[in-house]
């Protein structure tokens, strides 16, 4: 939705300030000299200096001449342009991630370095040791990426794995495990588990990757065969996550598929 063009918060403030001063100014000392008439140059440099500040009330101001300044509109389509920038390259950045993990995925089915389970252990223990050593960073987030695209190459190999006590656990390596086995081997019978744990979830990387599993899940089951309380507790959810997250456009594309699956 389009704000207000003087809506624009302290960025645009400065500006109006600045054009409103230089024009009255120039105004100024047109008529300083009592001699001189007013003209038609200081009305249009009078106009000039409020056209700042008359967006939110003209679609345009016609000044003598003929020129006509399409003041809102053009904010608008300024404003409009930059969102569409931001969005494609917000959809550029979450699809390069999800190419990274399946790169690392379709590597090797060799397990090296012990079973699955032990290796899985290893890369649970490295999750947290990370988070607990390593503050916010791309470069942290580069390493959990990698770190789950081998808990989805490793997990399905899991025979018992407790898929719903690893939902429920307090360790938020254990949760993504779980997490990285339903995107990569996806479960109808979890899914209800699952929602509840993504919507839940405090650690924002493990909810990012939690609601690519819903989605791998609602895919397997079949969009129109989802239940509505599963779907309204989504609906729920993401009125809770700031709309410009990551997290939420990735629960918003679920959503999207689950609506297009009822139509």
């Known amino acids: 939705m389009t704000e207000p ?20 100014g120039i105004m100024v000392v047109h008529i300083v000299d009592p001699t001189l008439e007013i003209d038609g140059t200081t009305l249009a440099l009078a106009a000039i200096a409020v056209v700042p500040w008359l967006g939110d009330l003209f679609e345009s101001i016609e000044l003598p001449g003929g020129t006509k300044l399409q003041y809102r509109q053009l904010q608008e389509r300024i404003d409009a342009t930059e969102q569409r920038t931001q969005e494609v390259r917000q959809a550029a ?13 379709s590597g090797s089915e060799s397990i090296p370095g012990g079973s699955p389970a032990e290796k899985v252990a290893q890369l ?17 987030t580069y390493r959990e990426e990698q770190i789950f695209a081998e808990l989805v190459r490793l997990t399905p190999h899991l025979t018992d ?7 429920g656990s307090d360790d938020g390596g254990i949760r993504l495990t779980a997490y990285a086995r339903l995107y990569a081997k996806p479960e109808g019978q979890y899914l209800n588990a699952l ?3 993504a919507l839940t979830e405090e650690m924002h990387f493990n909810q990012y ?4 599993a819903v ?6 089951v079949g969009p129109g065969r989802v239940e509505l309380s599963t779907i309204r507790r989504l609906r729920q959810g993401l009125a809770l996550i700031p709309e410009d997250s990551d997290r939420a456009r990735t629960l ?9 699956g009822a139509a």
């Open 252 to 260: 918003r594309a679920v959503l999207a598929r689950v609506d297009y």
């Open 5 to 24: 063009v003087n809506a624009g918060g302290p960025r645009k403030r400065p500006i109006a300030y600045v054009i409103s001063l230089v024009a009255i």
């Open 161 to 167: 794995m407790d898929l719903p006590a690893a939902l």
């Open 215 to 220: 989605g791998a899940v609602i895919d397997t």
């Open 93 to 105: 950045d979450d699809a390069a991630r999800q190419a990274r993990v399946a790169l690392v995925t």
């Open 124 to 140: 649970t223990q490295a999750f947290t040791e990370l988070r607990r050593s390593e503050p916010s960073s791309p470069g942290r």
């Open 209 to 212: 990757w939690a609601f690519h």
């Open 195 to 197: 929602v509840e744990a």
